[in-house]
C-alpha cells in the first residue's frame, strides 16, 4: 500500500518541517484540498471522500482500508467497520463517508478507498491522510 513519505532533509530541516505539518495538520476540521485531516485520540467523527469528477457514473465500494507508517493494517484501530453502523455508505452516486475513531497519539494513518465505475467498471482509489494527535 502507498505511504506519504519526506524526502531526505538535513535534521534542522526536517524538524522544522515536521512542526509545519503537524501545526498545518492540526488546524484541519475537514478533508483538506490535500487530502489530510487532523483529529484527537477521543474524537470519532465522519469523512467523505468524492470520486465525482472521475466517476460522473457513480461508483460502488470496493474496500476501505488504514495503514500505520509501518504499513500495517490498522483497520480495527482507526475505522468504524460495524455491521451496526451504516458505514461506509455511498451517498448520491460517488460520494464515500465512513467514520474514523480513537487512533494513537502522534499517528499518522493513510487511508485508502478503493471503488469501481458503475458504467465501465474501472477501478479507481482515493487516499485520505489521517493525523491523530492531542490538541493542547
Known amino acids: 500500500m502507498p505511504w506519504f513519505k519526506l524526502p531526505a532533509l ?24 490535500d487530502g489530510s485531516v487532523a483529529k484527537t485520540p477521543y474524537e470519532s467523527i465522519d469523512l467523505s471522500l468524492d470520486f465525482l ?11 476501505i482500508a488504514a495503514y500505520d507508517r509501518d504499513d500495517t493494517d490498522a483497520s480495527t484501530d482507526v475505522l468504524v467497520l460495524s455491521p451496526a453502523t451504516p458505514v461506509p455508505a455511498i451517498s448520491g452516486s460517488a460520494k464515500v463517508t ?16 478503493r471503488v469501481t465505475k458503475i458504467d465501465t467498471g474501472e477501478k479507481l482509489e482515493g487516499n485520505i491522510l489521517l493525523h491523530v494527535a492531542k490538541k493542547t
Open 10 to 33: 538535513p535534521s534542522d530541516l526536517a524538524c522544522v518541517c515536521k512542526l509545519i505539518l503537524l501545526a498545518v495538520l492540526s488546524a484541519a476540521v475537514l478533508v483538506g484540498a
Open 53 to 63: 469528477a472521475r466517476a460522473p457514473g457513480g461508483v460502488t465500494l470496493t474496500s
Open 98 to 113: 465512513f467514520r474514523v475513531k480513537d487512533g494513537t497519539d502522534a499517528h499518522f494513518y493513510n487511508i485508502l478507498i
